[in-house]
Protein backbone atom coordinates (compact mmCIF):
# COMPACT_ATOMS: atom_id res chain seq x y z
CA UNK A 1 0.00 0.00 0.00
CA UNK A 2 1.06 3.94 -0.76
CA UNK A 3 2.40 5.83 1.97
CA UNK A 4 0.99 9.53 1.60
CA UNK A 5 2.64 11.11 3.83
CA UNK A 6 6.23 10.68 5.93
CA UNK A 7 7.01 12.21 9.31
CA UNK A 8 9.31 11.89 11.93
CA UNK A 9 10.88 8.10 12.04
CA UNK A 10 9.84 7.64 8.30
CA UNK A 11 12.65 6.48 6.67
CA UNK A 12 13.78 7.15 2.48
CA UNK A 13 16.02 5.93 0.35
CA UNK A 14 18.81 7.64 -2.09
CA UNK A 15 19.58 6.38 -5.74
CA UNK A 16 22.19 3.78 -4.15
CA UNK A 17 19.61 2.78 -1.96
CA UNK A 18 21.05 4.29 1.50
CA UNK A 19 18.81 4.62 4.09
CA UNK A 20 17.85 8.09 5.94
CA UNK A 21 15.88 8.20 8.96
CA UNK A 22 13.62 11.72 9.46
CA UNK A 23 14.18 12.78 13.42
CA UNK A 24 13.13 16.07 13.51
CA UNK A 25 10.86 18.90 11.35
CA UNK A 26 12.82 22.29 10.27
CA UNK A 27 9.94 23.63 8.63
CA UNK A 28 6.80 23.39 6.91
CA UNK A 29 4.63 25.48 4.23
CA UNK A 30 1.38 24.34 1.63
CA UNK A 31 4.07 22.18 -0.67
CA UNK A 32 4.86 19.71 2.54
CA UNK A 33 7.81 19.58 5.19
CA UNK A 34 11.51 19.68 5.80
CA UNK A 35 12.79 17.26 7.95
CA UNK A 36 16.49 16.92 9.34
CA UNK A 37 17.33 13.18 8.49
CA UNK A 38 20.31 11.12 9.24
CA UNK A 39 21.98 8.44 6.59
CA UNK A 40 22.15 5.10 8.80
CA UNK A 41 25.29 4.13 7.11
CA UNK A 42 27.36 7.01 8.53
CA UNK A 43 25.59 9.19 10.56
CA UNK A 44 25.83 12.09 8.22
CA UNK A 45 23.34 14.43 8.26
CA UNK A 46 21.24 16.19 5.57
CA UNK A 47 17.78 17.80 5.06
CA UNK A 48 14.76 16.60 3.38
CA UNK A 49 11.80 18.08 1.21
CA UNK A 50 8.84 15.90 1.19
CA UNK A 51 5.37 16.44 -0.20
CA UNK A 52 2.79 15.84 2.24
CA UNK A 53 1.14 13.70 -0.42
CA UNK A 54 1.65 12.11 -3.64
CA UNK A 55 1.06 15.04 -6.18
CA UNK A 56 -2.22 16.40 -5.39
CA UNK A 57 -2.33 18.52 -8.30
CA UNK A 58 -0.44 19.51 -11.96
CA UNK A 59 0.51 22.89 -10.00
CA UNK A 60 2.32 21.10 -7.33
CA UNK A 61 3.93 18.34 -9.33
CA UNK A 62 4.87 20.82 -12.03
CA UNK A 63 6.59 23.21 -8.92
CA UNK A 64 8.23 19.91 -7.64
CA UNK A 65 9.98 18.75 -10.87
CA UNK A 66 11.15 21.94 -12.33
CA UNK A 67 12.53 22.29 -8.52
CA UNK A 68 14.67 19.25 -9.33
CA UNK A 69 15.45 19.66 -12.82
CA UNK A 70 16.67 22.88 -12.29
CA UNK A 71 18.54 22.61 -9.17
CA UNK A 72 20.21 19.61 -10.71
CA UNK A 73 21.77 22.07 -13.06
CA UNK A 74 23.31 24.84 -10.52
CA UNK A 75 26.06 24.39 -8.38
CA UNK A 76 28.12 26.47 -6.49
CA UNK A 77 29.72 27.65 -2.84
CA UNK A 78 26.79 29.76 -1.88
CA UNK A 79 23.95 27.14 -3.65
CA UNK A 80 22.32 24.29 -1.39
CA UNK A 81 23.20 21.05 -3.58
CA UNK A 82 20.50 18.50 -4.08
CA UNK A 83 21.64 14.93 -3.43
CA UNK A 84 19.17 13.34 -4.69
CA UNK A 85 15.62 13.55 -5.90
CA UNK A 86 12.37 10.84 -5.90
CA UNK A 87 9.53 11.95 -8.44
CA UNK A 88 7.90 8.98 -6.72
CA UNK A 89 8.58 6.37 -9.25
CA UNK A 90 12.01 4.87 -7.85
CA UNK A 91 10.46 3.77 -4.77
CA UNK A 92 6.38 3.94 -5.36
CA UNK A 93 5.71 3.04 -1.44
CA UNK A 94 7.07 6.71 -0.80
CA UNK A 95 6.09 10.14 -1.54
CA UNK A 96 8.12 12.36 -3.69
CA UNK A 97 10.82 13.98 -1.85
CA UNK A 98 14.14 15.81 -2.21
CA UNK A 99 17.27 14.70 -0.44
CA UNK A 100 19.72 17.85 -0.01
CA UNK A 101 22.27 19.62 1.83
CA UNK A 102 22.00 20.22 5.74
CA UNK A 103 21.77 24.03 7.01
CA UNK A 104 22.98 23.89 10.41
CA UNK A 105 22.64 27.31 10.96
CA UNK A 106 18.63 28.06 9.97
CA UNK A 107 17.52 30.42 7.51
CA UNK A 108 18.84 34.01 7.28
CA UNK A 109 15.11 34.95 8.05
CA UNK A 110 15.81 33.48 11.74
CA UNK A 111 18.66 35.29 11.70
CA UNK A 112 17.46 38.72 11.12
CA UNK A 113 14.71 38.38 13.10
CA UNK A 114 17.37 37.11 16.07
CA UNK A 115 19.37 40.25 15.67
CA UNK A 116 16.23 42.13 15.57
CA UNK A 117 14.87 41.38 18.85
CA UNK A 118 18.56 41.28 20.18
CA UNK A 119 18.99 45.17 18.81
CA UNK A 120 22.42 43.49 17.50
CA UNK A 121 22.44 45.33 13.76
CA UNK A 122 25.26 43.63 11.65
CA UNK A 123 28.31 45.41 11.04
CA UNK A 124 29.45 47.07 8.19
CA UNK A 125 32.32 44.19 7.50
CA UNK A 126 29.91 41.24 8.34
CA UNK A 127 27.47 43.68 6.15
CA UNK A 128 29.92 43.06 3.25
CA UNK A 129 31.11 39.73 3.47
CA UNK A 130 27.68 38.82 3.76
CA UNK A 131 26.52 40.53 0.21
CA UNK A 132 29.64 39.10 -2.00
CA UNK A 133 28.39 35.70 -0.82
CA UNK A 134 24.75 36.06 -1.76
CA UNK A 135 26.00 37.53 -4.74
CA UNK A 136 28.19 34.76 -5.62
CA UNK A 137 25.46 32.25 -5.14
CA UNK A 138 23.49 34.20 -7.38
CA UNK A 139 25.82 34.57 -9.91
CA UNK A 140 25.86 30.55 -10.13
CA UNK A 141 21.82 30.75 -9.99
CA UNK A 142 20.81 33.31 -13.22
CA UNK A 143 23.76 31.61 -15.16
CA UNK A 144 20.89 29.04 -15.72
CA UNK A 145 17.94 30.91 -14.37
CA UNK A 146 15.98 33.71 -12.97
CA UNK A 147 14.60 31.78 -9.38
CA UNK A 148 12.05 34.34 -8.77
CA UNK A 149 11.45 34.02 -5.25
CA UNK A 150 14.41 35.39 -3.01
CA UNK A 151 13.92 36.37 0.44
CA UNK A 152 15.71 35.72 3.58
CA UNK A 153 13.60 32.12 4.22
CA UNK A 154 14.91 31.02 0.76
CA UNK A 155 18.51 31.56 2.16
CA UNK A 156 19.83 28.91 4.48
CA UNK A 157 23.10 29.23 6.22
CA UNK A 158 25.43 25.94 6.52
CA UNK A 159 28.68 25.98 8.52
CA UNK A 160 28.67 29.72 8.69
CA UNK A 161 28.65 29.96 4.57
CA UNK A 162 24.71 31.56 3.30
CA UNK A 163 23.53 29.80 0.90
CA UNK A 164 20.47 29.94 -1.36
CA UNK A 165 17.85 27.08 -1.79
CA UNK A 166 14.07 26.61 -3.32
CA UNK A 167 14.06 26.82 -7.08
CA UNK A 168 10.42 25.67 -7.14
CA UNK A 169 9.10 28.61 -8.82
CA UNK A 170 12.25 29.31 -11.28
CA UNK A 171 12.25 30.34 -14.96
CA UNK A 172 14.26 30.51 -17.64
CA UNK A 173 15.35 34.05 -18.05
CA UNK A 174 13.20 35.70 -20.77
CA UNK A 175 10.50 33.76 -20.42
CA UNK A 176 7.50 35.67 -19.27
CA UNK A 177 5.37 35.41 -16.03
CA UNK A 178 2.19 34.90 -17.88
CA UNK A 179 0.34 35.35 -14.66
CA UNK A 180 0.11 36.98 -10.86
CA UNK A 181 -1.55 34.54 -8.72
CA UNK A 182 1.24 35.08 -6.39
CA UNK A 183 1.16 31.24 -5.61
CA UNK A 184 3.19 30.69 -8.74
CA UNK A 185 5.41 33.46 -8.36
CA UNK A 186 6.94 34.93 -5.22
CA UNK A 187 6.26 36.66 -1.90
CA UNK A 188 4.31 39.84 -2.09
CA UNK A 189 7.39 41.66 -0.07
CA UNK A 190 9.90 40.89 -2.77
CA UNK A 191 8.08 41.15 -6.05
CA UNK A 192 10.01 43.46 -8.43
CA UNK A 193 7.70 46.52 -10.24
CA UNK A 194 7.84 44.83 -13.68
CA UNK A 195 6.57 41.26 -12.21
CA UNK A 196 3.18 43.05 -11.20
CA UNK A 197 2.86 43.69 -15.16
CA UNK A 198 3.82 40.21 -16.01
CA UNK A 199 6.62 41.04 -17.72
CA UNK A 200 9.01 38.88 -19.15
CA UNK A 201 11.33 37.29 -16.76
CA UNK A 202 14.84 38.69 -16.23
CA UNK A 203 17.98 38.50 -13.85
CA UNK A 204 17.10 42.11 -12.64
CA UNK A 205 13.65 41.23 -11.24
CA UNK A 206 16.16 38.77 -8.73
CA UNK A 207 18.53 41.93 -8.50
CA UNK A 208 15.79 43.76 -6.85
CA UNK A 209 14.33 41.45 -4.77
CA UNK A 210 18.19 40.93 -3.25
CA UNK A 211 17.92 44.40 -2.85
CA UNK A 212 15.43 44.23 -0.73
CA UNK A 213 17.63 41.55 1.54
CA UNK A 214 20.28 43.70 1.60
CA UNK A 215 18.21 46.65 2.82
CA UNK A 216 17.13 44.11 5.48
CA UNK A 217 20.53 42.83 6.72
CA UNK A 218 21.76 46.82 7.01
CA UNK A 219 19.14 48.64 8.66
CA UNK A 220 16.99 45.56 10.20
CA UNK A 221 13.86 46.56 8.73
CA UNK A 222 11.65 46.81 5.25
CA UNK A 223 12.38 49.39 2.75
CA UNK A 224 8.54 50.15 2.24
CA UNK A 225 5.75 51.60 5.03
CA UNK A 226 2.81 49.51 4.03
CA UNK A 227 -0.50 50.28 4.93
CA UNK A 228 -1.76 47.25 4.87
CA UNK A 229 -0.57 43.74 4.97
CA UNK A 230 -2.33 43.11 1.42
CA UNK A 231 -1.37 42.29 -2.18
CA UNK A 232 -2.88 46.06 -3.44
CA UNK A 233 -0.84 47.61 -0.79
CA UNK A 234 2.63 45.59 -1.67
CA UNK A 235 1.93 46.42 -5.29
CA UNK A 236 1.52 50.23 -5.06
CA UNK A 237 4.64 49.96 -2.72
CA UNK A 238 7.09 48.37 -5.06
CA UNK A 239 5.26 50.18 -8.10
CA UNK A 240 5.19 53.23 -6.81
CA UNK A 241 6.71 54.11 -3.29
CA UNK A 242 9.73 55.19 -2.09
CA UNK A 243 12.85 53.50 -0.09
CA UNK A 244 12.65 55.12 3.44
CA UNK A 245 15.93 56.11 5.71
CA UNK A 246 17.97 56.41 2.52
CA UNK A 247 20.58 58.70 4.75
CA UNK A 248 20.76 55.73 7.58
CA UNK A 249 21.45 53.53 4.90
CA UNK A 250 24.34 55.72 3.67
CA UNK A 251 25.64 56.13 7.60
CA UNK A 252 25.63 52.61 8.09
CA UNK A 253 27.59 50.92 5.08
CA UNK A 254 29.20 54.19 3.59
CA UNK A 255 27.76 56.27 0.26
CA UNK A 256 29.23 53.75 -1.99
CA UNK A 257 27.78 50.57 -0.93
CA UNK A 258 24.75 52.71 -0.07
CA UNK A 259 24.36 53.27 -3.78
CA UNK A 260 24.45 50.27 -4.79
CA UNK A 261 21.37 49.27 -3.11
CA UNK A 262 19.24 51.68 -3.90
CA UNK A 263 20.55 51.24 -7.75
CA UNK A 264 19.08 47.37 -7.43
CA UNK A 265 15.61 48.63 -5.96
CA UNK A 266 15.30 51.19 -9.13
CA UNK A 267 12.04 50.87 -10.01
CA UNK A 268 12.49 51.34 -13.89
CA UNK A 269 14.40 48.39 -15.32
CA UNK A 270 16.88 50.72 -16.95
CA UNK A 271 17.70 52.20 -14.01
CA UNK A 272 18.71 49.16 -12.26
CA UNK A 273 22.01 47.64 -12.13
CA UNK A 274 22.18 45.20 -14.98
CA UNK A 275 24.16 42.35 -13.75
CA UNK A 276 26.06 40.63 -10.36
CA UNK A 277 29.03 41.35 -11.86
CA UNK A 278 28.81 44.85 -11.83
CA UNK A 279 27.14 44.60 -8.20
CA UNK A 280 30.43 42.67 -6.92
CA UNK A 281 32.92 45.06 -8.89
CA UNK A 282 31.22 48.12 -6.79
CA UNK A 283 31.39 45.79 -3.42
CA UNK A 284 35.05 45.22 -4.25
CA UNK A 285 36.40 49.03 -4.14
CA UNK A 286 37.83 50.31 -1.55
CA UNK A 287 36.10 52.29 1.15
CA UNK A 288 36.03 55.79 0.71
CA UNK A 289 36.60 56.65 4.01
CA UNK A 290 40.44 54.83 3.90
CA UNK A 291 41.47 56.67 0.34
CA UNK A 292 42.16 60.24 1.87
CA UNK A 293 41.14 63.81 1.23
CA UNK A 294 39.76 62.68 -2.24
CA UNK A 295 37.70 60.15 -0.64
CA UNK A 296 36.13 62.34 1.32
CA UNK A 297 35.33 64.89 -1.53
CA UNK A 298 34.08 61.68 -3.48
CA UNK A 299 31.77 60.72 -0.66
CA UNK A 300 30.34 64.06 -0.10
CA UNK A 301 29.80 64.03 -3.68
CA UNK A 302 27.70 60.47 -3.69
CA UNK A 303 26.24 61.42 -0.78
CA UNK A 304 24.63 64.67 -2.54
CA UNK A 305 23.47 62.46 -5.54
CA UNK A 306 21.92 60.05 -3.58
CA UNK A 307 20.02 62.70 -1.81
CA UNK A 308 19.00 64.53 -5.52
CA UNK A 309 18.46 61.11 -6.11
CA UNK A 310 16.18 60.23 -2.60
CA UNK A 311 14.14 63.90 -3.63
CA UNK A 312 13.75 62.81 -7.56
CA UNK A 313 12.29 59.23 -6.14
CA UNK A 314 9.84 61.51 -4.02
CA UNK A 315 8.57 63.54 -6.82
CA UNK A 316 8.63 60.46 -8.94
CA UNK A 317 6.19 58.50 -6.39
CA UNK A 318 3.78 61.85 -5.71
CA UNK A 319 3.79 61.63 -9.60
CA UNK A 320 2.68 57.81 -9.38
CA UNK A 321 0.11 58.18 -6.68
CA UNK A 322 -1.53 61.25 -8.40
CA UNK A 323 -1.81 59.27 -11.57
CA UNK A 324 -3.36 55.94 -9.63
CA UNK A 325 -5.74 58.47 -7.74
CA UNK A 326 -6.86 59.75 -10.81
CA UNK A 327 -7.06 56.35 -12.83
CA UNK A 328 -9.11 54.93 -9.30
CA UNK A 329 -11.41 57.89 -9.93
CA UNK A 330 -11.73 57.41 -13.48
CA UNK A 331 -12.50 53.89 -13.28
CA UNK A 332 -14.87 54.46 -10.74
CA UNK A 333 -16.66 56.51 -12.73
CA UNK A 334 -16.74 54.78 -15.63
CA UNK A 335 -17.65 51.70 -13.75
CA UNK A 336 -21.10 53.23 -12.76
CA UNK A 337 -21.82 54.93 -16.51
CA UNK A 338 -21.59 51.68 -17.82
CA UNK A 339 -23.09 49.45 -15.28
CA UNK A 340 -26.36 51.90 -15.03
CA UNK A 341 -26.19 53.72 -18.51
CA UNK A 342 -24.77 51.66 -20.91
CA UNK A 343 -26.24 48.61 -19.22
CA UNK A 344 -30.15 49.89 -19.73
CA UNK A 345 -29.47 50.79 -23.27
CA UNK A 346 -27.75 46.38 -23.20
CA UNK A 347 -30.44 45.17 -21.96
CA UNK A 348 -32.85 47.33 -24.82
CA UNK A 349 -30.75 46.26 -27.44
CA UNK A 350 -30.95 42.55 -26.46
CA UNK A 351 -34.74 42.98 -25.89
CA UNK A 352 -35.10 44.00 -29.30
CA UNK A 353 -32.93 41.55 -31.23
CA UNK A 354 -35.09 39.30 -29.55
CA UNK A 355 -37.80 40.23 -31.05
CA UNK A 356 -37.12 41.12 -34.10
CA UNK A 357 -36.62 38.65 -37.20
CA UNK A 358 -33.78 38.96 -39.60
CA UNK A 359 -30.31 40.41 -39.66
CA UNK A 360 -31.22 43.71 -39.06
CA UNK A 361 -30.00 44.08 -35.59
CA UNK A 362 -29.52 46.77 -32.80
CA UNK A 363 -25.93 47.36 -31.93
CA UNK A 364 -24.69 49.00 -28.90
CA UNK A 365 -20.45 49.41 -29.72
CA UNK A 366 -17.90 51.81 -27.51
CA UNK A 367 -17.12 53.99 -30.07
CA UNK A 368 -14.24 56.18 -28.11
CA UNK A 369 -12.43 55.46 -25.26
CA UNK A 370 -9.36 57.67 -24.32
CA UNK A 371 -7.38 55.28 -22.68
CA UNK A 372 -4.37 57.70 -22.05
CA UNK A 373 -6.27 60.23 -19.85
CA UNK A 374 -9.24 57.48 -19.28
CA UNK A 375 -11.75 60.99 -18.82
CA UNK A 376 -13.67 60.53 -22.18
CA UNK A 377 -15.91 57.65 -22.73
CA UNK A 378 -18.27 56.96 -25.32
CA UNK A 379 -21.34 54.51 -26.91
CA UNK A 380 -22.97 54.18 -29.98
CA UNK A 381 -26.81 52.44 -29.94
CA UNK A 382 -27.89 52.12 -33.98
CA UNK A 383 -31.55 51.36 -34.13
CA UNK A 384 -31.61 50.28 -37.96
CA UNK A 385 -34.49 52.59 -40.14
CA UNK A 386 -35.14 54.30 -36.45
CA UNK A 387 -32.13 56.51 -35.20
CA UNK A 388 -28.58 56.44 -33.60
CA UNK A 389 -28.30 57.34 -30.36
CA UNK A 390 -25.04 58.29 -28.90
CA UNK A 391 -24.28 58.51 -24.72
CA UNK A 392 -21.05 60.50 -24.15
CA UNK A 393 -19.38 60.46 -20.74
CA UNK A 394 -16.72 62.74 -18.95
CA UNK A 395 -15.01 62.24 -15.90
CA UNK A 396 -14.99 65.42 -14.04
CA UNK A 397 -11.82 65.40 -11.88
CA UNK A 398 -12.00 67.28 -8.53
CA UNK A 399 -10.05 70.59 -9.18
CA UNK A 400 -9.72 70.52 -12.30
CA UNK A 401 -11.57 73.16 -13.94
CA UNK A 402 -10.68 77.02 -14.01
CA UNK A 403 -12.91 80.07 -14.64
CA UNK A 404 -11.64 84.15 -14.98
CA UNK A 405 -13.28 86.02 -11.87
CA UNK A 406 -13.11 89.65 -11.14
CA UNK A 407 -10.28 90.67 -8.85
CA UNK A 408 -11.81 90.72 -5.20
CA UNK A 409 -13.16 93.63 -4.29
CA UNK A 410 -13.39 92.62 -0.57
CA UNK A 411 -9.38 94.01 -0.49
CA UNK A 412 -10.33 97.24 -2.22
CA UNK A 413 -9.18 95.92 -5.94
CA UNK A 414 -11.13 97.48 -8.50
CA UNK A 415 -12.05 95.95 -11.81
CA UNK A 416 -9.10 97.96 -13.48
CA UNK A 417 -6.46 95.33 -11.98
CA UNK A 418 -7.59 93.12 -14.08
CA UNK A 419 -8.78 89.72 -13.56
CA UNK A 420 -7.49 86.17 -11.85
CA UNK A 421 -8.21 82.32 -12.34
CA UNK A 422 -10.18 80.14 -10.03
CA UNK A 423 -9.53 76.95 -9.58
CA UNK A 424 -13.13 74.69 -8.72
CA UNK A 425 -14.93 71.39 -8.65
CA UNK A 426 -18.15 72.21 -10.29
CA UNK A 427 -21.10 71.12 -8.19
CA UNK A 428 -24.40 70.52 -7.45
CA UNK A 429 -26.41 71.46 -4.28
CA UNK A 430 -22.62 71.80 -2.73
CA UNK A 431 -21.61 68.30 -3.51
CA UNK A 432 -18.95 67.53 -6.41
CA UNK A 433 -20.13 66.73 -10.29
CA UNK A 434 -18.26 63.35 -10.58
CA UNK A 435 -19.06 62.38 -14.03
CA UNK A 436 -21.27 64.17 -16.97
CA UNK A 437 -23.50 62.48 -19.68
CA UNK A 438 -24.66 63.64 -22.74
CA UNK A 439 -27.20 61.39 -24.51
CA UNK A 440 -27.97 62.58 -27.66
CA UNK A 441 -30.07 61.55 -31.33
CA UNK A 442 -28.85 61.96 -34.80
CA UNK A 443 -32.00 65.01 -34.99
CA UNK A 444 -30.23 66.83 -32.32
CA UNK A 445 -32.61 65.66 -29.49
CA UNK A 446 -30.87 64.55 -26.13
CA UNK A 447 -30.73 65.10 -22.06
CA UNK A 448 -28.11 64.73 -19.78
CA UNK A 449 -27.63 63.29 -16.73
CA UNK A 450 -24.58 63.93 -13.88
CA UNK A 451 -22.61 61.63 -11.22
CA UNK A 452 -22.75 63.78 -7.99
CA UNK A 453 -20.82 62.60 -5.24
CA UNK A 454 -22.23 60.67 -2.14
CA UNK A 455 -20.88 59.07 1.02
CA UNK A 456 -20.57 56.15 -0.01
CA UNK A 457 -18.18 57.10 -3.26
CA UNK A 458 -20.01 55.48 -5.62
CA UNK A 459 -22.41 58.94 -6.14
CA UNK A 460 -25.92 59.45 -7.34
CA UNK A 461 -27.26 60.07 -10.75
CA UNK A 462 -29.06 62.60 -11.35
CA UNK A 463 -31.22 63.58 -14.93
CA UNK A 464 -31.36 66.82 -16.55
CA UNK A 465 -34.71 67.87 -18.66
CA UNK A 466 -33.67 70.83 -20.53
CA UNK A 467 -35.40 73.94 -22.17
CA UNK A 468 -35.64 77.01 -23.57
CA UNK A 469 -36.12 79.71 -21.03
CA UNK A 470 -39.15 81.64 -21.85
CA UNK A 471 -38.32 84.88 -20.52
CA UNK A 472 -35.04 85.14 -23.24
CA UNK A 473 -36.63 83.24 -26.14
CA UNK A 474 -37.51 86.33 -28.19
CA UNK A 475 -33.85 87.64 -28.18
CA UNK A 476 -32.41 84.47 -29.54
CA UNK A 477 -33.33 81.09 -31.38
CA UNK A 478 -34.64 78.39 -29.05
CA UNK A 479 -33.34 75.06 -29.70
CA UNK A 480 -35.41 72.14 -30.46
CA UNK A 481 -36.80 70.25 -27.26
CA UNK A 482 -36.00 68.26 -25.93
CA UNK A 483 -32.31 69.03 -25.93
CA UNK A 484 -28.65 68.07 -24.53
CA UNK A 485 -26.15 70.21 -23.48
CA UNK A 486 -23.07 69.27 -25.39
CA UNK A 487 -20.07 67.68 -23.59
CA UNK A 488 -17.99 70.61 -22.92
CA UNK A 489 -21.12 72.22 -21.37
CA UNK A 490 -21.44 71.57 -18.25
CA UNK A 491 -21.09 75.14 -16.79
CA UNK A 492 -23.49 76.19 -18.93
CA UNK A 493 -26.32 73.59 -17.40
CA UNK A 494 -25.62 74.81 -14.24
CA UNK A 495 -26.20 78.08 -15.03
CA UNK A 496 -30.00 77.12 -15.75
CA UNK A 497 -30.12 75.28 -12.55
CA UNK A 498 -28.48 78.07 -10.69
CA UNK A 499 -29.95 81.12 -12.22
CA UNK A 500 -31.13 82.85 -14.89
CA UNK A 501 -30.06 81.68 -17.97
CA UNK A 502 -31.06 81.32 -21.59
CA UNK A 503 -31.85 77.97 -20.67
CA UNK A 504 -33.14 76.23 -17.98
CA UNK A 505 -33.47 72.48 -16.55
CA UNK A 506 -35.62 70.48 -14.36
CA UNK A 507 -33.19 68.19 -12.11
CA UNK A 508 -34.71 64.72 -10.76
CA UNK A 509 -32.91 61.84 -9.10
CA UNK A 510 -32.48 59.23 -11.44
CA UNK A 511 -35.04 56.20 -11.84
CA UNK A 512 -35.42 53.70 -14.60
CA UNK A 513 -38.64 54.99 -15.39
CA UNK A 514 -37.29 58.45 -16.04
CA UNK A 515 -34.95 56.92 -18.31
CA UNK A 516 -37.44 54.83 -20.28
CA UNK A 517 -39.39 57.88 -20.72
CA UNK A 518 -36.52 59.98 -22.05
CA UNK A 519 -35.59 57.65 -24.21
CA UNK A 520 -39.06 56.88 -25.66
CA UNK A 521 -38.94 60.88 -26.86
CA UNK A 522 -35.51 59.85 -28.83
CA UNK A 523 -37.13 56.94 -30.68
CA UNK A 524 -40.63 58.28 -31.29
Given at each position: MKILIITIGSKVKDGEGNIYTLTEELGHGGFGCVYKAVRDTDKSVYAVKALLYSFGDEATAASFKNEVKLSSEISGEHVIHY????????YPELPPYIIMEYADGGTLADQIEMRKKTNNPYSKEELRNLFFQLVDGMKSINKKLVHRDIKPENILICNGIYKITDFGLAKVASESTRTMSFKGYGTLQYIAPEAWKSEKNTIQMDIYSMGIVFYELALLDYPYDIASNDVEAYRNAHMFSRIKRTNELKNILGADVASIILAMLEKPIQKRIKSWEEIE???GNPPLEVVGDLGNIVSLAIGKKLETDARKQQQIEEENHKRREKEDYCNLVRNQFESVIVDFFERFADEYNIHLAGNDKCRLVSKMRDY???????YQLTIPAVTN???KCKVIMPNSSTRV???DRAFGFSDMLGKRKVVYTPQYKNKNIMGW???ENTKGLGFNLMLVQTEDMYGDWYVLRNKNNLIYMTQYKPKQEPFAFKINELDEALKGISASSLYSSDVE???EQKLVALV???IS
Open positions: FYAHDGDEGQLEFMELFSIEMVDVVEILFDTQL
